[in-house]
């Protein structure tokens, strides 16, 4: 007799199959895993039906993704485990800008713009801004060359994977900045919008009671080389949705005003400083 539960018994006996495992980082994932998902179980003395009905989601989950739409990178996004990722990757910022979600719907075929050209393929009658910046180093000096890859949604809240009757490049382009570093585009106001809820996430957000909006925000990728590349926000701070995102991505330096320009388009500043990989 060991004298132990037969739940920490079965638990040594499933960490002990890992011992073998070549990868130190994997053995070290696995290990954690079978701890924490264990502690979960037993804490919420999770039952045999519940353990059946989360299989099914995560099932459903799987089965709703497309080659346009990730259901598991929203769901990782409305439980706040994208912007822990983030968190944890950037570690204790310095200056560097704050990292935020990908979320479902990027797409990686974005064509690539002239700096200052227009994103807007089809134009709704939504404002224009004018996003203007400069990547620089930690240390201040300018990026020349950096990638800056931008998508944004439509004046109705939906991207264009979402609406076919938008231009598939709408609202999308790829970047590069100048000698100084600088990038510039011309695109529309950000609506406040729902993350989409006709899948598995959909059912668990009304089953919670969460609100599924998301803040009003422009979506930007920006990499170079010998540096760490950041997906950030450019909030709307008129935006309705700041308080309650439901990607938990709002935070205050991220958020501009985007008032209408007495003529022409709304200039915004955003510029994005790089950590040294």
Known sequence: MTGQSPESELLQRVQASYREVPDPRLH???????????????????????????????????????AT?????????????????????????????????????????????????????????????????????????????????????????????????QPPANLRGVFTTDRDGGYRFITLRPANYSVPTNGPVGVLLRATRRSPGRAAHLHLWVRAPGHRDVVTHVFDAAGSNLATDAAFSVSDPLVRRMEPAASGPTPVRFDITLAAD
């Open 69 to 165: 739409h990730q259901e598991f990178i929203l769901l990782s996004d409305v439980l706040g485990l994208s912007t822990l990722v983030e968190i944890c990757a950037q570690g204790p910022l310095t200056s560097e800008t704050l990292g935020t979600v990908l979320g479902p719907v990027y797409r990686d075929d974005s064509p690539r713009r002239e700096n200052g050209a227009s994103l807007i393929e089809q134009d709704d009658g939504g404002q224009r801004i004018e996003v203007a910046g400069v990547v620089r180093s930690v240390g201040g000096m300018p990026i020349a060359g950096a990638t800056v890859d931008v998508w944004g949604c439509a004046s109705n809240g939906l991207y264009p994977s979402q609406d076919p009757r």
């Open 28 to 66: 070290e994932l696995m290990d954690l895993l079978s701890r924490h998902l264990f502690a979960f179980v037993q804490e919420s003395r999770l039952t045999k039906a519940e353990w059946s009905q989360a299989i099914e989601f995560l099932t459903a989950v799987g089965k709703a993704c497309t």
